[in-house]
């Protein structure tokens, strides 16, 4: 794996901003902070950093409802998501998407989504106006082993192949469907199998391990933007906490979740760039300082941020639409 | 109002449709077309296969031609992908028009209509626009049964983000297509396949009907007939008749059902204090409810008889022609209604 140490010191920086984000967020929801549902990514950092850590602005990713990961790898800004995670006018959405549709397109991040399976299409949508545009730009579509099983994500992959798209399936297999797990979902239980019948190159990496990530995602990345179409990558990796916050996580085992834990990329990747005298371990932890206090500002400027006004109730429906035809039959309520 | 002169030079629906499409694709290169055989033949290179269908009744005949296969591309038999693909194409500075053959293959698709292409600008808090134009065929008429034949282009007016176009005429479908393209909104385009051959007086070169606005095609002080699509004919055809008993029909073509042009219909409504509408979509919760509510809500006080609807029953569409000619509203079902409303 050739990257130079500000790449390396970038991706640790991503990964650890995505745990820090997503362990605070746990703490935070079980004080009652947050309203809503959110789907922490904490534990699969490797696969969105090591595939993003590839991309620059101009190139696209599709996400999952467990997207805050995808995000921060994305280069979406931490201050932004916080509030939108808050429901905050300042969000990265004003507030109107939250956890599950956050999105920032000027960073090339088209959303996460909470249909299962919803982002396959989009990604070669994206990845069509790539090519049409005569730009190199690739497309990175992340989905779940819960999505495997969609037709959208099958329509995608065989329609990337029919049109050559600059698209990198990712498959993030983190073991659960919700609480099902992938060897009782997935006919045949070999999901990368799947991708090679559609005639894409396809691997199974250890998403838990950075570097295997990152090489994967090179190679389908330069072959994308070379224009010899999609490739296909099962991460197998696990996540560190339930579904969404507040699961009991009755379906699985904590020898399990500690059987992986004991792997995790984080470390892992700190144990290796160190031993290896790629980085200095104070580089690091002077990072883990940084993002701590980031991310802690991030919660305090959530919490104190405006709600969105009710005006914005009715707003960016449309670009243009009659606005007495979003009250349709009734007068707008008159609020005091 | 839209005037028409009557020197124009006359061209079908169809033939409407594919020059709207041929010019907006000449003014515009960012708007590219796809969907099932819009060009026909894609394994073959050879020119002379490059037309070889366009389009299952052959609406974008011709263009694949005039504008390649880069910009007009078939599509495996894949809707929730390629109308997918439209959205994320639309979101990332594509002007994309793209072909849903029937509209009951929604069925295949709702997902990435509803739940992405709809509230995606939403849900971004403004931060993406997507301007795709669905094309897509309603209407009964063609002994083509239940699952190719129905118009229920109600559902894609119930989701906040979408609008919704039904022209009744090869004019109104040519600036009406024009103005989808243009539009920064989804825009599901509805053709009613029975107009196809349908000839009318259209304007050559750039023409634009904006979205939204309805046009009165005959005024009339006695009776308001508000219609859809192919009903603005099955209207005329019943106002004719009533006009020889001495009753004057004003008939309101919507155009758009997404946005309404609510002032055109609660004006004529006011002007004759009686209201007709006639649909060809199922009865409940659709745009002909829709009407009789904006009435209700903002008339009643102008009405002089309670409104009257005339739409196909609550059932799907019959394959027996004999069946199917009874489901689809008629002339007659019309001027009973009519003479209902002045009773």
């Known amino acids: 794996m050739d990257m130079d140490r500000n790449s390396l010191v970038e991706a640790y920086r991503r990964m650890r901003t995505i745990r820090e984000f997503e362990d605070r967020l746990h703490k935070d929801f079980a004080g009652g902070e947050i309203p809503g549902f959110v789907h ?51 969000g990265s959405c004003n507030g109107k998407g939250g956890s599950m549709h956050i999105a920032d397109v000027d960073k090339g991040m088209l959303g996460a989504n909470g249909i299962v399976g919803g982002g396959p299409p989009l990604a070669c949508g994206a990845a069509l106006s790539a090519k049409k545009r005569g730009t190199d730009n690739v497309v990175i579509c992340f989905f779940g082993d819960g999505a495997s099983n969609q037709g959208t994500t099958l329509e995608g992959m065989n329609l990337a192949g029919v049109w050559k798209l600059p698209v990198v399936f990712v498959c993030e297999n983190n073991g659960y469907a919700e609480t099902t797990s992938y060897k009782y979902s997935v006919s045949g239980t070999d999901i990368a199998a799947r991708a090679r019948g559609f005639g894409m190159p396809s691997v199974a990496v250890d998403g838990l391990d950075f570097f295997a990530v990152a090489e994967a995602a090179g190679e389908a ?11 296909f990558i099962e991460a197998q990796t696990y996540r560190y906490y339930g579904h969404f916050e507040g699961d009991s996580i009755a379906y699985r085992d904590r020898e399990e979740e500690e059987s992986f834990r004991s792997r995790d990329c984080l470390s892992r990747f700190r144990q290796t760039v160190t031993s290896q005298g790629l980085v200095e371990a104070a580089d690091l932890d002077a990072i883990d300082g940084a993002v701590a206090a980031e991310i802690e500002q991030a919660v305090t400027d959530a919490l104190s941020a405006p709600d969105p006004s009710l005006d914005s109730l009715t707003t960016d429906v449309y670009v243009d639409f009659p606005a007495s035809q979003l009250w349709m039959f009734q007068d707008e309520p008159v609020r005091v | 109002m839209t005037t028409i002169e009557l020197s124009q030079r006359t061209i079908t629906y169809r033939e409407a449709i594919n020059e709207a499409l041929d010019l907006e694709m000449a003014r515009d290169d960012r708007v590219i077309l796809f969907g099932e055989d819009v060009s026909g033949a894609p394994h073959s290179e050879e020119e002379r296969h490059f037309d070889a269908w366009g389009g299952v009744l052959g609406v974008t005949k011709g263009l694949a031609g005039k504008h390649g296969r880069e910009r007009v591309i078939d599509t ?32 295949v698709c709702l997902d990435q209509i509803i739940n992405q292409a709809a509230k995606m600008r939403y849900m971004f808090g403004g931060k993406a626009k997507i301007p795709l134009v669905i094309r897509t065929m309603t209407g009964a008429g063609f002994r083509a049964a239940a699952q190719h034949s129905d118009s229920p282009y109600s559902t894609f007016c119930h989701f906040p983000g979408l609008k919704v176009v039904a022209p009744s005429n090869p004019a109104d479908a040519k600036g009406l297509l024009a103005a989808a393209i243009r539009d920064d909104d989804p825009v599901i385009f509805c053709e009613n396949k029975v107009l196809y051959d349908t000839p009318g007086p259209v304007p050559e070169g750039e023409y634009v009907v904006p979205l939204g606005e309805a046009s009165v095609p005959r ?6 007939i508000v219609a859809i699509s192919r009903m603005v004919g099955v209207a005329h055809q019943a106002a004719d008749s009533l006009a020889s008993s001495g009753v004057n029909t004003e008939i309101v073509d919507l155009r758009s059902l997404a946005p309404l042009d609510t002032d055109t219909v609660l004006a004529s409504i006011r002007k004759t ?16 409810t829709d009407i009789a509510a904006l009435a209700a809500t903002q008339a009643m006080e102008y009405l002089a008889a309670p409104v009257k609807l005339v739409t196909a029953p609550h059932t799907p569409v019959p394959f027996s022609p004999v069946l199917e000619d009874a489901y689809v509203p008629t002339p007659e079902r019309v001027m009973e209604a009519v003479r209902a409303t002045l009773a």
């Open chain 1, 40 to 90: 922490l990514y904490a534990g699969e950092e490797a696969v969105a950093v090591g595939l993003c850590s590839h991309l620059g602005d101009g190139d696209f990713i599709t996400s999952t409802h467990r997207g805050h990961g995808h995000c921060i790898a994305k280069g979406v800004d931490t201050a932004g998501m916080m509030a939108e995670i808050y429901g905050k006018a300042p």
């Open chain 1, 221 to 231: 990345i330069a072959r994308a933007r070379r224009g010899e179409g999609p490739t």
């Open chain 2, 76 to 107: 495996p038999i894949t809707e929730s992908a390629f109308i997918g693909a439209g959205v994320g194409a639309a979101a990332t500075g594509m002007r994309p028009v793209v072909e849903l053959m029937f509209i009951g293959f929604m069925g």
């Open chain 2, 219 to 224: 005024e009339g002080d006695d009776v308001t």
């Open chain 2, 273 to 288: 204090g009686r209201l007709v509408v006639v649909d060809e979509d199922n009865p409940r919760c659709s745009v002909a």
